[in-house]
């Protein structure tokens, strides 16, 4: 299983744009990278899912570069709704799915 | 859409009693596992099963038994609850890919 390291906690303002990087150096080929959020007392919910480049949906955006080493996640124009804590997973199937300790994203008024 | 739903909700044992957590789904996915999350802590995964009649240990399995008879139920039982099982517990679902997680409201136990 690819190990995953992120930052403990990262602060930001609302209406900015936070990326929030996330190191998997063992990732293997067939390995994708989701990202999921957790709000206090919720179970965690499913952000973006990528493999390779760039994917974008309604709320985020994810780079992957070429050597799939590292991802980004992206949040544009970060609101007081949007602290939460934030898990990358880098799997190839739902067996053994396993969380690391997240990064807690704080966006301040 | 129910998705997964776990019961009870809150749950307050004495140690070395046992209970059983329930969890259902009805996405009909073939992978189903049990989550523990410890106060300012990430999840920590107790037990999964990739179908009925499968199941296998997690990272921190002692103290717990589950089963999986059907594709939909998923129990996680605590054979003799102790003070340190004091936690929150959330159930998930996933179909075969693991493309997305879908999770259970969470189960807050405590043993004292």
């Known amino acids: 299983l690819a190990k995953t390291t992120q930052p403990i906690s990262m602060d930001s303002y609302e209406g900015q744009e936070v990326n929030i990087t996330c190191s998997h150096n063992?990732?293997?080929?067939?390995?994708?990278i989701t990202w999921y959020q957790q709000f206090p007392s919720q179970g965690p919910r499913f952000i973006i899912q990528g493999y390779k480049t760039k994917v974008t949906n309604e709320v985020a955006s994810l780079f992957i570069p070429a050597d799939r080493k590292s991802s980004t996640l992206s949040l544009p124009r970060v609101s007081l709704s949007d602290t939460a804590v934030y898990y990358c997973?880098?799997?190839?199937?739902?067996?053994?799915?396993?969380f690391g300790s997240g990064t807690q994203l704080t966006v301040l008024p | 859409n129910a998705g997964v739903t776990q019961t009870p909700k809150f749950q307050v044992l004495k140690t070395g009693q046992s209970m059983t957590l329930q969890c259902a789904q009805d996405m009909n996915h073939e992978y189903m596992s049990w989550y523990r999350q410890d106060p300012g802590m990430g999840l920590r995964l107790i037990h999964y099963?990739?179908?009925?009649?499968?199941?296998d240990q997690g990272e921190v399995p002692n103290g717990y038994n589950v089963s999986r008879s059907t594709t939909e139920d998923f129990p996680l039982r605590l054979l003799s609850a102790a003070p340190s099982q004091t936690s929150v517990y959330f159930c998930?679902?996933?179909?075969?890919?693991?493309?997305?997680?879908?999770f259970g409201e969470g189960s807050w136990l405590t043993v004292v």
């Open positions: 099963s990739v179908g009925a009649g499968i199941t």
């Open positions: 998930a679902s996933s179909d075969r890919g693991g493309n997305t997680i879908y």
């Open positions: 063992n990732i293997a080929t067939n390995d994708y």
């Open positions: 997973l880098v799997s190839g199937s739902a067996r053994q799915l396993t």
